[in-house]
């Protein structure tokens, strides 16, 4: 069965700082991997997808994140962070072929150190 | 284009009564989702509809559980009676049809329901 895990319940970063969020998912086939994030009292947006092709995607708001299939992961990552990045972030895999079921990770809760 | 509407965006009941939760998807979108959100299990999809017909409901926790889509701009997630234990965030999620996933949920702002 597919799943996803997202070893970091909460991480803090000042600032400026780069950040890492990571995410590990079990699959037996290739992955659609997305990352989502949720503002407070907000619904989920899409920042980046993977299907195919180039390792590295990039996403919105200077968002990019690496597949790795021989780690089985799909790390988000930003050099920058800015306080507006403060929210809570779900990576998701899906079943090619499919539109439907997308299985979300528990979530990692972002917060910005000034 | 409005986005995903739900409503109620807050609702608060007691234990046995029943909660109908409502959702517009956006203009076009040929599927739509029900997820749960709350902060043991995380997300999790209750059940999807594709051209108004549901594909898959394995997610639905049980009978007292039932969603409805009567027509392609609406549709209900009903629960009843209703237990402490449904207290959570209830979003809505719609998407284009294509011929691969496209992965992109366009997500309503949740639906918090407390039930005391």
């Given amino acids: 069965a597919q799943s ?4 970091d319940i909460h991480i803090t970063v000042s600032e400026g700082a780069s950040l890492e969020l990571r995410c ?3 699959y037996g086939a290739t992955p659609y991997l997305f990352w989502y994030v949720q503002s407070p009292g907000q619904g989920l947006q899409l920042l980046l997808k993977y299907f195919s092709g180039d390792t590295l995607v990039q996403g919105i708001k200077g968002f990019e994140a690496e597949f790795k299939r021989s780690q089985s992961s799909f790390n988000l990552r930003k050099p920058s962070v800015h306080w507006s990045d403060a929210a809570e972030y779900f990576c998701a895999v899906g079943e090619g072929g499919s539109q439907g079921n997308l299985i979300f990770g528990k979530g990692t809760k972002l917060s910005v150190k000034p | 284009d409005a986005g995903v509407i739900q409503s109620p965006r807050h ?3 007691e234990m046995g009564q029943e909660v109908t939760l409502r959702c517009k998807p956006i ?3 040929d599927y739509l989702f029900w997820y749960r959100q709350t902060m043991m299990r995380g997300l999790e999809l ?3 509809f594709n051209n108004n017909v549901p594909i898959d409901d394995s997610g639905m926790p049980e009978d007292r559980f039932s969603a409805k889509m009567p027509n392609a701009s609406f549709s209900t997630l009903k629960i009843q009676p209703s237990e402490p234990r449904d207290s959570a965030v209830y979003f809505c999620a719609s998407s284009r049809p294509t011929g691969v996933v496209t992965g992109e949920l366009f997500f309503g702002e949740g639906s918090r329901l407390t039930v005391l």
Avoid: A, K
């Avoid at chain 1, 996803?4 to 070893?7: D, E, G, L, Y």
């Fill in chain 1, 4 to 7: 996803v895990t997202q070893p």
């Fill in chain 2, 11 to 13: 609702e608060v009941t």
């Fill in chain 2, 27 to 29: 203009s076009g979108h």
């Fill in chain 1, 24 to 26: 590990n998912y079990s």
């Fill in chain 2, 46 to 48: 209750l059940i999807y």
